[in-house]
């Protein structure tokens, strides 16, 4: 059964530090990974997705994550984060051959910049 | 584009009342999903629709909560009645069609905050 662990429940860092939010999964099929964002009281947006291809993915506001395959990792990065980053940050899992797009969700890392 | 679509935004009920919440996904969105999701946790998946069957009511505690999605375009979920453990925020997400919003991505509603006292 597939499975997503983010290691950090939560991750403070100062603005303009560089920050890493930590996924790993579990799997026995291929997969598609996602990262999604929750701004207090807001519904979830799509960060940034890896469905095949290079494995470093860029998505909005200057994050990207890198798909390790063989370290079955999807790990989430910022150079140089902003306040405005102050979030919660989901992971989730896809098996690449579900046409019902079913997701594995983590449980989250709340990102709380310092200023 | 338009993106999914919940009502209310808000809803506070005192325990043992009814509760509706409404979701519209995206045009031409056939997979509708409801998740609930307590403070500091991921969502959990209660219902997924392909198109007004539901094909996964796994989660669903059906014994209070009932959802429909009549015409497999917009939905309901309902409870009757609400246990102060339904404090929750209720998503709905959608996904499915062409375009800009196609491929292997859930598209999210800003979600229903449920308060039962």
């Known amino acids: 059964a597939q499975s997503v662990t983010q290691l950090d429940s939560q991750v403070p860092v100062f603005e303009e530090a560089p920050v890493e939010l930590r996924c790993n999964y579990s799997s026995s099929v291929s997969v598609y990974l996602f990262w999604y964002v929750q701004y207090p009281n807001q519904g979830l947006q799509l960060l940034l997705k890896?469905?095949?291809?290079s494995t470093l993915v860029k998505g909005i506001n200057g994050f990207e994550a890198e798909f390790n395959k063989s370290q079955t990792s999807f790990h989430l990065r910022k150079p140089s984060v902003h306040i405005s980053d102050t979030a919660e940050y989901f992971c989730a899992v896809s098996e690449a051959m579900d046409s019902n797009y079913q997701l594995i969700w983590g449980a989250g890392t709340k990102l709380i910049i310092k200023p | 584009e338009a993106g999914v679509v919940q009502s209310p935004r808000y809803k506070i009920i005192e325990k043992k009342q009814p509760v509706a919440f409404w979701c519209n996904p995206i045009?031409?969105?056939?997979?509708l999903y409801w998740y609930r999701q307590n403070l500091g946790q991921g969502p959990e998946l209660l219902i997924r629709y392909e198109n007004e069957e539901a094909v996964d009511d796994s989660q669903l505690p059906k014994d209070r909560f009932s959802a429909e999605r009549l015409k497999g375009v917009d939905s309901t979920l309902k409870i009757q009645p609400a246990e102060l453990g339904d404090s929750a925020v209720y998503l709905c997400?959608?996904?499915?069609?062409?375009?800009?919003?196609?491929?292997?991505?859930?598209?999210f509603g800003p979600g229903t905050r449920l308060t039962v006292l």
């Open positions: 045009s031409g969105h056939n997979t």
């Open positions: 997400a959608s996904a499915g069609g062409q375009g800009y919003f196609s491929g292997n991505e859930q598209f």
């Open positions: 890896y469905l095949s291809g």
